[in-house]
């Protein structure tokens, strides 16, 4: 039996290697210097790594130029995420749909297209971080004034609403770090 | 095969989350970093904000990202206080000093990614960018506070515990330690004693370490008052009986007279 997990994971570690040796799964896009929000959004599509589509008046957004200082060099397998990062460095959120994700801006964004997650997965970071989200807080029996929980909203730019139940609605990273510094009061 | 899949998953995962860092885990270059002296270079090669951020950049493998008006700003910085010297900086001083010098010139530091590529961005303090800046700020538990010392550009938020303050009082008193209602903040919260804290690294970890000072200074007032209560109970009640005692006495020679 041991003999059987060791040689697994043996297997496992060396069919890991041989795929990255391949270059399977580190596929490399490049991302001009003077590239813009746009050129990142168009290569991330093309690429397959994002099905992203911008929101009619959030178009402006796309002609932000990045100021990047040199090509950027992004895996296949981390574009998304990073275009994520990108977006939301930019002031703008992705609203998930049904096999096509919208650009908005953050300030645009409402709440009720926000994505209902568990929190558990919201701590686990296994969203892209500009993914609007939305979650209660505090949960059912949990201790915590929704005074705190409004406090650590406003400073996160997250919305909050609700009175019993209260509901954080925001990009992924930014609830993140709300109910993270709420656990801890 | 179930235990193979199993294997496999755990493999990838282990994989995958050891190129995972922290957004904390900066990369150190391998060997110390030269910074030219400004009265060295002709005027147009003066050496400005922009020139380190790139500088840094190339060193460490990261990439910079900044708004339109940021960019102008480090354009136009000098990186004054290296107007004397070439500066040579230890590979480990590196991050450290970097902020340093972008910090005295109001330029707030923001990692945005910990898995490659890594990126950051550097807002001016000069920019619109100030008002929503407290945004930026990452949270930090805590117990990892102290990491917090060597990051004199970052914007922090923590929650720090204060079991024996009255943190009303105490947040309303230090209020005008904050001149900088952007990029400074604390606030009482909890029906428990709780503060949230936000500023740059050095200055939330020192009004951290003051509030765990002025509240283990408050436990020891209380714990002061508490004895000094017991001890002037039990003298009541050692007076108590021993007037019951005295009045004993006299109700015995009265009886016995």
């Known amino acids: 039996m041991r003999l059987s997990i060791a040689s697994s994971t043996l297997a496992a570690l060396l069919l890991l290697s041989g795929c990255q040796s391949l270059g399977l799964g580190r596929a490399e896009v490049s991302v001009p210097a003077t590239a813009t929000l746009g050129d990142v959004v168009t290569l991330a599509n093309s690429s397959g790594a994002s099905t992203l589509v911008w929101q009619r008046d959030s178009e402006q957004y796309a002609l932000q130029s990045l100021g990047l200082g040199g090509p950027l060099r992004v895996s296949v397998s981390r574009l998304d995420d990073v275009t994520h990062a990108l977006l939301l460095w930019g002031g703008l959120v992705v609203i998930p749909g049904d096999g096509q994700d919208r650009i908005v801006a953050a300030e645009d964004a409402s709440p009720v297209e926000a994505r209902q997650v568990d929190r558990a997965l919201l701590l686990a970071e296994a969203l892209p971080p500009a993914t609007f989200v939305m979650t209660t807080c505090p949960l059912p029996g949990e201790v915590g004034s929704s005074k705190d929980l409004r406090r650590l909203a406003e400073q996160w730019g997250v919305h909050l609403s609700g009175v019993d139940n209260l509901v954080l609605a925001g990009p992924a990273d930014r609830v993140t770090k709300v109910l993270r510094a709420f656990s801890a009061i | ?257």
Request: proline content about 5%.
């Open chain 2, 1 to 257: 095969m179930k235990l193979s899949l199993v294997c496999l998953a755990t493999a990838i995962l282990v994989a995958e989350s050891a190129q995972a860092g922290d957004l904390l885990d900066f990369p150190i270059p391998d060997s110390s970093v030269v910074i030219p002296a400004n009265s060295d270079l002709a005027d147009a090669d003066e050496f400005t904000i922009e020139d380190l951020i790139a500088l840094y950049s190339k060193v460490t493998g990261q990439h910079c990202l900044m708004d339109s008006e940021t960019q102008a700003y480090a354009t136009n910085t000098l990186a004054t206080p290296l107007a004397g010297e070439a500066m040579t900086i230890a590979p480990e001083r590196l991050q450290v000093t970097f902020e340093t010098f972008l910090i005295v010139n109001d330029f707030v530091f923001t990692p945005l990614t910990h898995g490659e590529p890594r990126l950051f961005t550097v807002t001016s303090l000069n920019t619109g960018a100030r008002s929503t800046i407290k945004s930026l700020a990452m949270y930090l538990p805590p117990d990892r506070l102290d990491e917090a010392a060597a990051h004199p550009a970052m914007l922090f938020t923590t929650v720090v515990n204060v079991p024996h303050t009255d943190v009303r009082q105490v947040t309303t008193s230090l209020r005008s330690m904050f001149s900088d209602p952007n990029t400074q903040q604390m606030l009482p919260v909890g029906n428990a004693h709780a503060i949230v804290l936000t500023g740059y690294g050095p200055n939330v970890v020192s009004l951290a370490q003051l509030l765990a000072v002025a509240d283990e200074a408050e436990r020891r007032a209380i714990e002061e008052r508490r004895r000094a209560h017991e001890e002037s109970k039990a003298d009541e009640s050692a007076e108590t009986s021993q007037a019951c005692d005295v009045s004993g006495a006299k109700g015995v020679r009265v009886a016995g007279a």
